[in-house]
């Protein structure tokens, strides 16, 4: 059973880089799956960033690809996501969930890690 | 950018009543990469639907999705108590990769 865990800062100054992990247990990293970082704001709803695949390759959302980088770390079964020059809007709740391939919708999540900018 | 826009935004309902919550999206969706997701409060969202009409591992077959091209439609037959919750219907497409509805929370009347 495969499971995602993400850790990282809960405080983040105003313009500075945000830092996640997300750690994959009971399954490799080197699946047959891309791995996704979605985003969740206070009341509102769901914003995908990104997803990376285990050679390193990614997608990122246009409107947030001039600040986004995701990698991956094979030998320790993880993979991260940083966000720069961060402002209050990037505040929000930070999962990371598996892409389902050929149905392309998320089928494993992590419970999610809140982050909030402000100095 | 393909925009998907959810009713309505709350849906107040009973127990054993019948939901309908509708996703329409602003253009063509491929019905093979519509899903849709239940959040309940504190929780990561759960997967429920995908291909629009499929359910998920161990998801009860009160809950069916249909529709096809900008229409879809997610029913749950009869509302148990542990269906109170946000739905998020979300699609994939090539230019820009996911999107998700805004949501539909589905409140006790």
């Known amino acids: 059973q495969v499971q995602l865990q993400e850790s990282g800062p809960g405080l983040v100054k105003p313009s500075g880089t945000l830092s996640l992990t997300c750690a994959v247990s009971?399954?490799?990293?080197?699946?047959?799956?891309?791995w996704s970082w979605i985003r969740q704001p206070p009341g509102k709803g769901l914003e995908w960033i990104g997803e990376?695949?285990?050679?390193?390759?990614?997608n990122y959302n246009p409107s947030l690809k001039s600040r986004v980088t995701i990698s991956v770390d094979k030998s320790k079964n993880q993979f991260s996501l940083k966000l720069s020059s961060v402002t209050a809007a990037d505040t929000a709740v930070y999962y990371c969930?598996?892409?389902?391939?050929?149905?392309?919708?998320?089928?494993?999540w992590g419970q999610g890690t809140m982050v909030t900018v402000s100095s | 950018e393909i925009v998907l826009t959810q009713s309505p935004g709350t849906l107040s309902l009973s127990p054993g009543e019948r939901a309908t919550l509708s996703c329409r999206a602003s253009?063509?969706?491929?019905?093979?990469?519509l899903a849709w997701y239940q959040q309940k409060p504190g929780q990561a969202p759960r997967l429920l639907i995908y291909g629009a009409s499929s359910r998920a591992t161990g998801i009860p077959d009160r809950f069916s999705g249909s529709g096809s091209g900008t229409d879809f439609t997610l029913t749950i037959s009869r509302l148990e108590p542990e269906d109170f919750a946000v739905y998020y219907c979300q699609q994939y497409g090539s230019s820009h990769p996911y999107t998700f509805g805004q949501g539909t929370k589905l409140e006790i009347k």
């Open positions: 009971g399954g490799s990293i080197s699946s047959s799956n891309w």
């Open positions: 969930a598996r892409n389902w391939p050929v149905t392309m919708s998320f089928d494993i």
């Open positions: 990376i695949y285990h050679s390193g390759s990614t």
């Open positions: 253009q063509s969706v491929s019905s093979s990469y």
